[in-house]
């Protein structure tokens, strides 16, 4: 049976004129590795995308006032990238070249219209004539005469490169007022043929093609505008007769959809359909779907709510559809076709076949009796028998996950505690952590659907079970943002290992927002600040004579010794308050500890307001001095900040904000005492570094081994 699996964003696309992206040129494979993937814009750009990372690996632009006009394709023979500009340019580079006006430039003499390259292949290049040139060929001579092939007036619309062992075909469709030609060109025998596509009304015209060759037979698969899907066979043999030759039709599937825009075959059964979901209840949207056309039942589908540009492609397993502004990348798993599978009864008939048939029946049943335990055959094993056993076993967690799932969608909240209870309570489901994070998800999807169901109970035990992490249920923390219940915020920040920076920055920005009278309605955990806040925010004075992580909290501005420095201490400084309460605090402290990059958190530092940053400065500035107390770097409570994440976070704010903050009359005092801080660190490492050098030395030092008696005295100078 075919399945989506977990979909994913690859890239964001370039709008056009208009502000839409107007789709997207084309997609191809982007090199050996079926993960590599060549993405053309409508426009004057090139990229390659690493697809299981996310991430472009080149991008090469023309010129201003250049267009591409062909889908740029990999020359699997050589290594390199081919491509075309206004319609007869052709440029050629490799991956390590920058600028495409220093790679190699051909102009041509006609018009190019595609490019088509597989792997073991070599390019070929098929102009708007219908002619054909492997590249090659056409790179010895770029300004050969080019023959037009098609009739006057007719337009190619889709064409397609096949190979089957050692036969390579090409095969296009042309169209000249509503007349639709089919056109087979074998490149080893360097022969053409001409066919016409039989249609019933000029409404019902062909929307997209697909075609495969296997055993020297080619079929072609049509979607047309009527809903129905086509199989067209094309003889492979010059036809005895002349004249015009009418493909027959065999019809595959009678879609239910009111229009259909795309198509690709996934394998000899499977086809997937790009179009739109009609529902009484709504308006229509666009969906993707993959039919069984030998059964012609439908096996998944996915809504795309943000709506398409009509185009659909297919590598390596995975769909390709611009949605919306976005390229997204649908992996799809295709099984074997049988009717079991179609009609979704698979999986009861493997456990009907796994179930145990006693060899002897036990009458005493039947004659209304005692029942007795069943008769087994006697040369059953016992590892047999445990197989079996584990098997039941896992059929039956499979079934109570199932069960259990359905309930959370649709059982009553107080059903749905119940039952997410005991499965909490029970660990010996396989993929435990998998199914904590399915349940995670459709808890959230219902949530989300249902404004007034939220069992925060419930999520509250998932979130503290340590099997979920943010990339397993990518919704709650926004739906958690969106109900503002900051406490289950703070156990996913300090439970899941994988936060991105943006979500990080939405929390920080939610905690500082949020306002002192939602915030004391709140149950948080105070761990990480009951140890250094007092409850009722009376401090004492500090001892006069304590020594802060090894220097003076009030440093003077001239180099002294360590005699003046001790007699010149400033006097005591005003007692320490905490600019936020304790409960912010414990919020903020959980953001804190948060695992980041500085490439990727900085930018999102920079949404925050001038207000917001000067709070958040101000509470490290008090950390820093509560953590410079004691000797050592960490504050005391659990999940605490240490004295590195402080620095780090203050440096990265700075750097986010330098100019807003040098320009705010309130931050004068604040960047004074930073100074001040970081003058006094800036000392202290130079002392520390000192001591170190002066142990090394001593260290290195080579004593001589001799008796010096009872008693001696030995004098070390370090000069």
């Known amino acids: 049976m075919a399945t989506f699996l977990a979909e994913f964003s690859l890239c964001g696309l370039v709008p056009g004129p208009g502000g839409d992206t107007g ?3 084309g997609v191809e494979q982007g090199g050996n590795d079926t993960d590599l993937l060549l993405l053309t814009d409508r426009g004057r750009t090139v990229t390659l995308y690493k697809v299981s990372d996310q991430k472009p690996l080149g991008s090469w632009t023309v010129k201003q006032g250049q267009t591409i006009t062909c889908p ?5 023979a050589t290594g390199e990238y081919v491509t075309v500009h206004d319609n007869k340019v052709l440029r050629i580079w490799k991956e390590d070249d920058v600028n495409l006006e220093k790679v190699f430039k051909a102009t041509l003499s006609a018009d190019v219209c595609r490019i ?12 708007n004539g219908g002619a054909t040139r492997f590249l090659d060929a056409l790179l010895a001579a770029p300004q050969q005469e080019i023959p037009d092939i098609i009739s006057p007036g007719e337009v190619i619309r889709w064409s397609q490169v096949l190979v089957d062992g050692k036969q390579t075909v090409l095969i296009f469709i042309a169209e000249r007022d509503g007349d639709w030609f089919v056109y087979v060109q074998n490149l080893n025998l360097n022969s053409l043929l001409k066919y016409n596509i039989h249609q019933e009304s000029e409404a019902c015209v062909p929307l997209t093609f697909a075609a495969t060759l296997q055993h020297k037979f080619i079929t072609v698969i049509s979607l047309f505008s009527s ?8 003889p492979f043999h010059r036809p005895e007769t002349e004249g015009q030759h009418f493909l027959p039709k065999s019809p595959l599937i009678k879609l239910p959809l009111p229009s259909n825009t795309a198509l690709v075959i996934l394998d000899k059964t ?11 209840q709504s308006a229509s949207k666009e969906g993707l779907f993959i039919w069984n056309t030998k059964f012609q039942t439908l096996q998944a589908s996915k809504e795309l709510p943000q709506g398409t540009s009509g185009q659909l492609w297919c590598y390596g397993g995975k769909l390709y559809v611009p949605h919306g502004k976005v390229l997204t ?9 049988s009717l079991a599978a179609s009609l979704g009864k698979l999986k009861d008939i493997q456990q009907s076949e796994s179930e145990e048939v006693p060899s002897v029946l036990n009458w005493n049943t039947f004659l209304g009796g005692e029942s007795e335990p069943p008769l087994t055959v006697k040369n059953e094993t016992k590892k047999n028998r445990s197989a079996k056993k584990n098997v039941d076993k896992v059929e039956r967690q499979d079934v109570s996950i199932g069960k259990l799932l359905f309930n959370v969608k649709n059982a009553y909240p107080s059903h749905v505690e119940e039952e997410l209870t005991c499965f909490l309570s029970s660990h010996t489901t396989p993929d435990y952590h998998v199914m904590t994070g399915k349940v995670a998800t459709a808890l959230v999807a219902r949530c989300k659907a249902q404004p007034h169901f939220y069992p925060r109970g419930v999520l509250i035990q998932l979130v503290q079970s340590n099997q979920l992490s943010y990339s397993s249920c990518p919704d709650l923390i926004a739906l958690l943002l969106e109900k503002e219940d900051m406490h289950l915020v703070q156990l996913c920040l300090q439970q899941f290992p994988d936060v991105p920076e943006a979500v990080t920055c939405s929390c920080l920005k939610a905690v500082l927002c949020i306002g002192d009278a939602a915030l004391e309605k709140v149950a948080v955990d105070l761990e990480s600040v009951i140890c250094y806040i007092d409850v009722d925010s009376e401090q004492t004075d500090k001892p006069a004579d304590i020594v802060q992580n090894g220097f003076s909290p009030a440093l003077l501005e001239e180099d002294s010794c360590d005699g003046q420095l001790i007699q010149k201490l400033c006097p005591p400084e005003p007692i320490l308050t905490c600019p936020v309460g304790m409960k912010r605090a414990a919020l903020l402290n959980a953001v804190l500890i948060t695992k980041y990059s500085e490439t990727f958190l900085l930018p999102h530092l920079k949404d925050l307001s001038a207000q917001q940053v000067m709070l958040l400065l101000q509470y490290l500035h008090y950390l820093y001095l509560k953590c410079s107390e004691i000797v050592g770097t960490t504050l005391p409570g659990v999940n605490a900040p240490n004295m590195n994440q402080i620095i780090d ?11 807003v903050v040098v320009m705010l009359p309130e931050a004068k005092g604040l960047l004074a005492n930073l100074h001040k801080f970081v003058r006094s660190q800036v000392k202290l490492y130079s002392e520390l570094n000192k001591i170190e050098g002066s142990l090394l030395e001593l260290q290195k030092m080579k004593r001589q081994k ?6 001696s005295i030995e004098i070390l100078e370090f000069v």
Request: proline letters at 6%; aromatic letters at 12%; glycine letters at 10%.
């Open 649 to 659: 976070w203050m440096s990265l704010l700075l750097d986010a904000h330098f100019t």
């Open 329 to 337: 990348v649908t992996p799809y798993q295709c099984g074997p076709s």
């Open 270 to 280: 499977h086809v997937a359909i790009l179009g739109s979901l009609h529902s009484e």
């Open 706 to 711: 001799e008796d010096r008696g009872l008693y």
């Open 116 to 127: 088509h390259s597989l792997p073991k292949t070599e390019p070929l290049v098929l102009f």
């Open 23 to 25: 789709g997207v040129l």
């Open 72 to 76: 740029a394709v990999f020359n699997f």
């Open 227 to 234: 809903g129905h899907v086509y199989e067209i066979g094309v």
